[in-house]
């Protein structure tokens, strides 16, 4: 009904930059929140960032403000995430994520919705 394809990982040397975009499709009414989380091996699921709302309000993690930033095309219903001077702990799954109101019948209803991953791989 709804997903989210993600694009835009690869590898990349200690330093370097990478920008992953995610798109929703689907019978979508409105998004909410869009953002990104990762998993590194052996490590639990970690917020990165996110954009809320239309107008954009971003919220960070600490480890990754002042190199990462989110964006977020209202039009094409896409997120991005552009990371820049990245570092060997970067590496991840990184995952695409969206609290969506999608349409049901003559209203809609909100659903939470994952992207199937993307892996980023920084090698010092």
């Known amino acids: 009904q709804v997903q989210l394809v993600e694009s835009g990982g690869g590898l990349v040397q200690a330093g370097g930059s990478l920008r992953l975009s995610c798109v929703a499709s689907g019978s979508i009414f409105s998004i909410n929140v869009m953002g990104w989380y990762r998993q590194a091996p052996g490590k639990e699921r970690e917020l990165v960032a996110t954009t809320i709302g239309s107008g954009g309000s971003t919220h960070y993690l600490d480890s990754v403000k002042g190199r990462f930033t989110i964006s977020r095309d209202n039009a094409k219903n896409t997120v991005y995430l552009q990371m820049n001077s990245l570092k060997s702990e970067d590496t991840a799954v990184y995952y695409c994520?969206?609290?969506?109101?999608?349409?049901?019948?003559?209203?809609?209803?909100?659903?939470?919705?994952w992207g199937q991953g993307t892996l980023v791989t920084v090698s010092s």
């Open positions: 994520n969206a609290h969506i109101a999608v349409v049901a019948g003559p209203g809609y209803r909100y659903l939470e919705v």
